[in-house]
């Protein structure tokens, strides 16, 4: 924490000269958190601070007025003005300040990029002509390059033709205002992107939601058979290219018919649950476990030889033969058998063949006599 008059620096980076202290960080004033980013704080010859800026973001502080929560919320709409005339970003900047918009300025093309990518503005107000990257070259660059984020372009320019316009919204632009603007006209524009932004946010949102769920088994929350396949069809083809083992473990619950017909469906669900939980606490973040239907489950190991992958799965073995289940009053052990196939080599491996190789060895072991682990015979 740095002090600096009524100014308070709470910075990653700091550079202190003289005149001047350049900082990279959050500052805040009088207690308010105000400024995110890089600033110039400098010494004025009467002895007070002027604040200058590069690329910051500039953060209302609280009004007198405006609910908690509201602030944050709209904390969270970033604004990137980009324009060379300094007059006009300042002119930009005083219509803005009513609302609680975090802004961020650029004076040229490139400088626009970079904050661009450094802080994903949800909107941008750009001027048509600078120096180096244009407006419209501007639009569209934003949206080749940076087509994960749909970001509200304005475009605001003294170029008022028709034919300009058409060239604006053509080169992707969202919106077109003519300079000089009209202050209230800009802050309602502005109001449109705000909604079109947050209608994206929330079908991006759902999508999310939606694409999680279909990938998630509903009733033990393991990723389900599709998610298996898309991670697994990954990691098969980095196996061959980086050349490291890979070792899919397929997991069957014995007699597991038993329990739904001794204590109901119900009971078969607990086990289930219960199964999932060893196999999940027995899973590195780096490989995969998931549910393949009915009792069926499977483990994906990576980078460990035969006898560093026999480990984690003789000890879910034994962990969940410990696991005591009580149903009505009564105790019941449950165990599951496990058949193993690695596979390693530069010719890309198929993971359905190498699935089918842990069923048989799966089946083995079932034929051994059930709660054991048996590895197929063509092992890496
Ligand atoms: P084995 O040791 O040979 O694997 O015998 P098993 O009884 O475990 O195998 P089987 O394939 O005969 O029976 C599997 C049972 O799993 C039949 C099916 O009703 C039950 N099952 C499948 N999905 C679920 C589920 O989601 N919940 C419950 N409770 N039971 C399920
Ligand atoms: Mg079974
Ligand atoms: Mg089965």
New binding site residues.
């Given amino acids: 924490m740095f002090v600096l008059g009524k100014w308070q620096l709470n910075c990653s980076r700091i550079l202190e000269r003289e005149d001047c202290v350049a900082v990279k960080g959050t500052c805040s004033c009088l207690g308010r958190q105000c400024l995110v980013g890089r600033c110039f704080f400098r010494r004025t010859a009467t002895g007070g601070i002027k604040v200058s800026v590069q690329a910051i973001e500039r953060r209302s502080a609280a009004r007198p007025g405006v609910p908690p929560g509201v602030e944050n919320r709209c904390q969270e709409f970033k604004i990137l003005v980009v324009d060379d005339s300094p007059i006009y970003r300042k002119l930009v900047d005083q219509s803005l300040s009513k609302d609680h918009y975090l802004v961020l300025f650029a004076k040229n093309g490139r400088e626009a990029l970079a904050v661009f990518a450094e802080h994903r503005p949800a909107l941008i107000i750009t001027d048509w002509t600078m120096p180096d990257i244009g407006g419209p070259e501007l639009c569209q660059r934003i949206r080749r390059e940076f087509q994960d984020q749909y970001a509200y372009l304005i475009l605001l320019t003294s170029n008022s033709t028709k034919e300009q316009i058409i060239e604006g919204l053509a080169a992707g632009a969202d919106d077109y205002l003519t300079k000089p603007f009209h202050p209230g006209e800009l802050v309602a524009r502005v109001g449109v992107g705000r909604r079109v932004i947050e209608l994206h946010r929330q079908i991006e949102a759902k999508n999310r939601q939606l694409e999680e769920l279909a990938l998630t088994d509903p009733?033990t929350g393991l990723p389900n058979r599709r998610a298996i396949d898309i991670w697994a069809s990954r990691q098969f083809s980095a196996a061959a290219r980086h050349d490291f083992p890979i070792w899919v473990v397929m997991a069957?619950?014995?007699?597991?018919?038993?329990?739904?017909d001794t204590f109901?469906?119900?009971?078969?669900?607990e086990?289930?649950k219960g199964f999932s939980g060893v196999l999940k606490a027995n899973t590195r973040q780096s490989n995969m476990c998931g549910r393949l239907?009915?009792?069926e489950f499977l483990l994906i190991l990576t980078h460990v030889d035969r006898k560093q992958a026999e480990i984690p799965v003789e000890r879910i073995r034994q962990r969940f033969e410990m696991h005591e289940f009580s149903f009505e009053g009564k105790t019941a052990v449950v165990t599951a058998?496990f058949g193993v196939a690695g596979f390693r080599g530069s010719a890309p491996s198929e993971f359905s063949s190498l699935l089918s190789r842990a069923d048989a060895a799966l089946y083995a072991a079932?034929g051994k006599g059930?709660n054991r682990v048996e590895f197929d015979d063509g092992v890496v």
């Fill in positions: 009733l069957d619950l014995d007699h597991f018919k038993r329990i739904n109901g469906h119900d009971a078969g669900d086990v289930l239907g009915g009792e058998s079932k059930r």
